[in-house]
């Protein structure tokens, strides 16, 4: 069975503190690795990873894909407090047919004090 | 807005009742899934569907879920007999293609069976 674990599974921080969230995984046919974001409502889509070694950037937040450790991280640089959230780690495997079905993380809660 | 469009957005039902949440895909997707996200845990798939097809139906529980996505109109999902353990988030995402394309969420539909 596909399994995908985040660490930590909540975190606290100051604003302008920089954060590590952390996403391992287990799954029989790799196809790519997706961050959300969720507050309360639709998770908000991040980044997609596919190729190991490149990093995905937008504004403070960054992620990375190592295929080798299968394991991802997602960094938030300079954090505010409407960082705030649940921020979901979700693998996309292939079966015998190709579909996006996606197998999740527990979350990250991030909590970023003023 | 061209999003996926979730309703209703809550609802609640007594024990024994049915649910049904609608979903419409974003504008130019035909692949549809459905995720339940229950207190405390993270988001599982429960089924996925193209036009007039279910192509994944492994999470989906064997009694009482049904879900279907008809040639027009828009995805449904249907709980019957609920039960307060059905209380949950669903959520209703689409691609426009199965695999290797960005997965779009709903805001949710959120049951609550008392």
């Known amino acids: 069975e596909d399994k995908v674990v985040q660490s930590p599974l909540s975190l606290v921080v100051h604003e302008g503190d920089t954060v590590t969230l952390n996403c391992s995984y287990e799954?029989?046919?790799?196809?790519?690795l997706l961050w959300y974001k969720q507050e309360k409502k639709a998770p908000t889509f991040l980044f997609m990873l596919t190729s190991s070694g490149i990093e995905k950037k937008s504004g403070r937040l960054s992620s990375i894909l190592d295929k080798k450790e299968l394991s991802s991280i997602l960094n938030i640089t300079a954090t505010q407090t409407g960082d705030s959230a649940i921020y979901l780690c979700?693998?996309?495997?292939?079966?015998?047919?190709?579909?996006?079905?996606?197998?999740f993380g527990q979350g990250t809660i991030l909590t970023v004090h003023p | 807005n061209a999003g996926v469009m979730q309703n209703p957005r809550h609802l609640v039902r007594r024990r024994g009742q049915e649910a049904r949440l609608r979903c419409s895909p974003m504008?130019?997707?035909?692949?549809v899934y459905w995720y339940r996200q229950l207190p405390e845990e993270g988001l599982k798939f429960m089924v996925y569907l193209q036009k007039e097809n279910i192509i994944d139906e492994s999470g989906m529980p064997k009694e009482r879920f049904s879900a279907e996505f008809p040639k027009e109109g828009p995805s449904i999902l249907r709980i019957q007999q609920v039960v307060r353990g059905d209380s949950a988030a669903y959520f209703c995402?689409?691609?426009?293609?199965?695999?290797?394309?960005?997965?779009?969420f709903g805001e949710g539909s959120w049951l609550t069976v008392v």
């Open positions: 799954v029989t046919n790799f196809r790519s």
């Open positions: 995402a689409s691609s426009s293609a199965g695999a290797g394309n960005t997965i779009y």
């Open positions: 979700a693998v996309e495997s292939a079966g015998g047919t190709s579909y996006g079905k996606l197998t």
């Open positions: 504008k130019g997707h035909s692949h």
